[in-house]
């Protein structure tokens, strides 16, 4: 059997303010990317939706993006901006794109389309239009997307450890390094916690948001 | 109120004009359906009255104005619009649903509130139905909420699009009344569309029969167009009850009624016989005055006087309100094969079918 | 473009021997071929019976739900001390580095898709076909095989295909913990500041993407039954990216 404890509690205590720290970073580079992608996304997606022929070209790119492994497009950024956050940044949002973008898309082409003929029909612009009635209707399946892209991000987040971030990937690394197991439990353990957690948020989330909803959506892809 | 000149929509890619050259006057106050087969433009031309669709060639004006004077958008806000899925928004409450033009249009806070209780009771909706969502509300009541919501802002016309084909016979008779109800406390100026003849006939004021490509083929009252059919299409899409349909639109009032074999009961049995023999039939009506107390066999008779006679109550008694339709109906499926009339409880006359039959004639 | 004309160079210069991009294309291959393969005989067995009887609908959203959540990385770590320590005490592996604790990330990575696509492929079926069919007194395992899976072949291929490419991409990571593959020249380019060898690196991992996705595509033309053949919305789950 291995032979010193695997996972060492005493260790956990004595570092619980480092912890703590790794986690917001880890919640923080989390959420600037989820913010980030939303606001791209929904740029994006309103382009996609307005000019039907930009559409493939914009899934396509986004499409690329999502398959480039995360270990060579980080470590791909770092001799242009370096082992910051900024790299980190580039390469978590590019990942969010993908399924932000489709999510927004399909949410708002499966509004019912006699809502939208009743709101035209009653004088609403175009722009009062998406803003009123498609974008609010649509967000059961946006918010599905974010719930994706929330959980898919919070994971990436631990390989930016190799390049000098990494939130709890910071544990996993450095376990990695010195054989410590306890560190690479904790790291991996913590990356499920948060990303279990942040989930149920954005669940929460999502029924203030929509007091009308009955059946909850199940997730779109 | 609403004038269509000449107008054409070619959609690209069709094989030939939705609409062509139509040309309509729609009067103020008035009810005109538009009914037709399929293909033949009844929608197209509706929207084209709100710019939904714009139209390709033409004219149409709106209260003297031309449509195409103003954005699209403000037009809409003036007109009322409800079509057959109606088009709730389900993430808002009925109140606001109703509130959407008003809002648009900038009331302020009080005003909105007041009109949208106002529309509530003017619909018969529950006060209680203001804060439920759309989801809640049975199909009849939606519908309702939709024509609230069409009328918030007291928009002079309101253009209907097939709003009661989604529900049932029953609820859509009902809704159908209450639309004729409406109209005659607010005095719309409503186009109406359906493929439902019986419907057209039943709402409009002028009915349009539009062939494919939006021809009209005859645009008339209901009654004039059931009576006289301008051509072969219309008596085809008309179909082969059209006798019958007109009967719907006529009230027992406005025909001559019969006195029908009543006797007093203090009456002999002799003038009874009498009675009997001079309208050809095997049976009686019984007299209190002017109170029908109920009819009574040939055979029943029984001695020289009506005493000792127990009358049979009459089954259906018609009102001076309800129509021939109805009328037929209960001389077809009564013993008496007459109709009595009453207004109130007063017995006025009867209706037989030869009575019924020489008003269709005439 | 003097960067372009580096890249070709070094494609040119390190082709062969053990490190060169031919043997490192098998090394890839073959670590992403194995986890596919092995996540495949799992899942799609067990997808298939609990579609096929309609049971373990919450188990099947749930089980990707939890595979989002399980940062590669983090397994690829946990992984590494349990096969080292398998590797000293039995003689079911030679090495706990390597090949071991990346088979067993992209293992755990390929498996939630494939069996949720799979189940969902399964459960989506007409249940009136599977009505008529039993109705014939077709045998129950008649049925799953000949015909529940062809009519919810494009749904599970799909998924194969896409958790194909999503694990071709993540197996770069192994070479964090000693495998070879594409993986290698990406950490080592990074290691030692050689954009060229780690754009390359990239290149043939984008290259292998691709050749997987069109592979795939075309095995989807070749299995699934001529009736069935038409193009599917995304219904499918991808795996997380990595």
Redesign the interface.
């Known amino acids: 059997m291995?032979a010193a404890p695997f996972f060492r509690w005493d260790w956990v205590f004595d570092h619980w303010g480092l912890i703590g720290e790794k986690v917001s970073e880890h919640l923080v580079l989390t959420g600037i990317a989820l913010g980030v992608g939303l606001a791209i996304s929904m740029v994006l997606a309103v382009i996609g939706l307005r000019f039907p022929r930009t559409y493939p070209p914009i899934t396509w790119l986004t499409g690329?993006l999502?398959?480039?492994?995360?270990?060579?497009?980080f470590?791909?950024l770092?001799?242009i901006t370096g082992f910051t956050v900024l790299s980190a940044e580039i390469g978590l949002v590019s990942?969010t794109l993908l399924i932000l973008i489709?999510n927004i898309v399909a949410g708002i082409q499966g509004v019912?389309p006699?809502?939208?003929?009743?709101?035209?029909?009653?004088?609403?612009?175009s722009r009062?239009l998406f803003l009123e009635?498609e974008l609010?209707?649509a967000l059961p399946v946006i918010l599905a997307g974010v719930r994706?892209a929330a959980?898919?991000t919070?994971?990436?987040v631990?390989?930016t450890?190799?390049i000098g971030q990494g939130g709890v990937?910071f544990f996993?690394?450095r376990?990695?390094n010195r054989?410590f197991?306890t560190e690479?439990?904790l790291?991996?353990a913590l990356?499920?916690i948060l990303?279990?957690a942040v989930?149920l948020v954005l669940v929460l989330v999502e029924r203030l948001l929509?007091?009308?909803m009955?059946e909850r959506t199940?997730?779109a892809? | 109120m609403i004038r269509l000149e000449n107008v054409t929509k070619v959609f690209p890619g069709g094989s030939g004009p939705a609409v062509h050259e139509l040309s309509l006057d729609v009067a103020e106050g008035e009810i005109v359906v538009l009914v037709g087969p399929s293909g033949c433009g009844k929608t197209t031309t509706l929207k084209m009255i709100?710019r939904?669709v714009e139209p390709t060639s033409g004219r149409i004006t709106v209260a003297g104005e031309d449509i195409m004077a103003f954005p699209a958008?403000?037009?809409?806000?003036?007109v009322g619009?409800v079509?057959?899925?109606?088009?709730?928004?389900?993430?808002?409450t009925i109140a606001e649903n109703i509130a959407?033009?008003p809002r648009?249009l900038g009331w302020e806070r009080a005003r909105i509130d007041d009109r949208v209780g106002e529309l509530i009771r003017l619909v018969d909706l529950e006060p209680g139905m203001r804060n439920r969502?759309p989801?809640e509300l049975s199909g009849g009541q939606r519908q309702r909420a939709?024509v609230a919501?069409?009328l918030a802002a007291d928009p002079p016309v309101m253009?209907m699009d097939e709003p009661f084909g989604a529900v049932d016979p029953i609820v859509r008779g009902r809704l159908q009344d209450e639309l004729l109800d409406l109209q005659r406390r607010l005095r719309k100026t409503i186009v109406f569309v359906t493929h439902d003849i019986d419907e057209a006939v039943k709402l409009g004021d002028r009915v349009a029969i539009l062939n494919i490509g939006g021809i009209v083929e005859q645009y008339a009252p209901p009654a004039e167009i059931l009576r006289d059919p301008s051509n072969s299409f219309v008596e085809t899409f008309l179909g082969s009850d059209r006798g019958i349909k007109r009967l719907s639109l006529i009230r027992v009032s406005e025909v001559p009624l019969e006195d029908g074999p009543m006797v007093d009961k203090s009456a002999t049995a002799a003038a009874a016989r009498e009675c009997m023999e001079r309208y050809g039939v095997d049976w009686f009506g019984i007299l209190d005055g002017k109170k029908l107390l109920g009819w009574a066999w040939a055979s029943d008779l029984d001695g020289s006087s009506l005493a000792g006679i127990e009358p049979k109550p009459f089954e259906v008694r018609l009102s001076l309100d309800a129509s021939l339709r109805e009328a037929l109906d209960t001389i077809i499926t009564s013993h008496t094969r007459v109709a009595p009339v009453f207004d109130g409880n007063r017995f006025v006359g009867t209706i037989t079918a030869e009575g019924i039959s020489r008003e269709l004639a005439k | 473009m003097e960067f372009f004309g580096d890249l070709l160079q070094w494609f040119g210069d390190n082709s062969s021997g053990d490190s060169g991009w031919l043997a490192r294309t098998g090394e890839h291959l073959r670590i992403s071929g194995a986890a596919l393969a092995a996540a495949m005989v799992v899942a799609i067995p067990l997808a298939a019976w609990l579609g096929h009887t309609r049971r373990g609908g919450l188990l099947a959203?749930s089980v990707?739900?939890i595979g989002?959540?399980?940062?590669?990385?983090?397994?690829l770590?946990?992984a590494?001390?349990f096969t080292i320590?398998l590797a000293r005490s039995t003689p079911l592996i030679e090495s706990g580095l390597g090949f071991a604790p990346t088979f067993i990330a992209l293992f755990l990575l390929a498996l939630p898709p494939i069996f949720t696509n799979t189940y969902a492929g399964v459960r989506g079926i007409d249940p009136d076909v599977v009505e008529a069919a039993r109705g014939m007194g077709i045998t129950e395992r008649r049925l799953v095989l000949d015909i529940e899976m062809p009519i919810a072949s494009p749904v599970i291929l799909t998924g194969i295909r896409v958790t194909a490419?999503?694990v071709v991409?993540?197996a770069?990571?192994g070479?964090?913990?000693g495998y070879g593959g594409y993986?290698r020249f990406?950490?080592d380019?990074?290691a030692t500041?050689d954009?060229v060898e780690?754009?390359a690196?990239?290149v043939l991992?984008?290259l292998l993407?691709v050749l997987t996705e069109i592979g795939f595509s075309a095995l989807e033309r070749v299995v699934v039954p001529k009736g069935i053949q038409r193009r599917r919305r995304?219904?499918?789950?991808?795996p997380?990216?990595?």
Not at chain 1, 66 to 73: G, M
Not at chain 2, 73 to 78: D, G, I, K, S, T
């Open positions: 291995i690329v999502y398959t480039i492994p995360s270990l060579a497009l470590a791909f770092v001799p990942y489709r019912d006699a809502v939208r003929e009743a709101a035209l029909g009653m004088g609403y612009g009062r009635i609010p209707l994706i959980v898919t919070i994971g990436l631990t390989i450890a190799l990937g996993i690394l376990g990695l054989f197991n690479i439990v790291g991996t990356s499920v990303a279990v989930d929509t007091p009308w009955t199940a997730e892809s | 709100n939904l958008h403000e037009l809409r806000r003036r619009y079509i057959q899925q109606i088009g709730l928004f389900p993430h808002r959407t033009v648009l969502y989801r939709g919501r069409a253009l | 959203v990707v739900n989002r959540a399980l940062p590669s990385f983090g397994i770590a946990l590494l001390p320590w490419v999503q991409a993540t770069t990571l070479a964090l913990v993986g990406i950490v380019g990074f500041q954009e780690l754009v690196g990239a991992v984008a993407s995304a219904d499918v789950v991808p997380v990216a990595v």
